[in-house]
Nanobody, 119 residues
């Protein structure tokens, strides 16, 4: 089993930055991919970006491309989501997720961390 714990959310003004962390523990050697998702009030959960557990091949949704960056510290089993130039529409609960297979389902999820961007 894999456990994921997010941290780093908070309140920030538009144009500001935040860095979210996702600490993975347990049988992390089975993981292939990590992803970040978000869910705003009254909206469906949406994909933000992902990265291979090896740390390469990051990919992003168009809505965040150029503003968000995913990185991974394999030594500490932590995935980061650096968010710059934040907009009010980025306000959501952000979740990290992990999956053991390429292109497969994300099997493990964190509890989420709230990000609020004020205008």
């Amino acid at each position: 089993q894999v456990q994921l714990v997010e941290s780093g959310g908070g309140l920030v003004q538009a144009g500001g930055s935040l860095r979210l962390s996702c600490a993975a523990s347990g049988t992390t050697y089975i993981l292939y991919q990590m992803g970040w998702f978000r869910q705003a009030p009254r909206k469906e959960r949406e994909f933000v970006g992902g990265v291979r557990w090896s740390g390469d091949g990051a990919y992003y949704d168009e809505s965040v491309k150029g503003r968000f960056t995913i990185s991974l510290d394999n030594a500490k089993d932590i995935v980061y989501l650096q968010m710059n130039s934040l907009k009010p529409e980025d306000t959501a609960v952000y979740y990290c997720a992990a999956g053991p297979t390429a292109g497969g389902a994300y099997s493990y999820w964190g509890q989420g961390t709230q990000v609020t961007v004020s205008s």
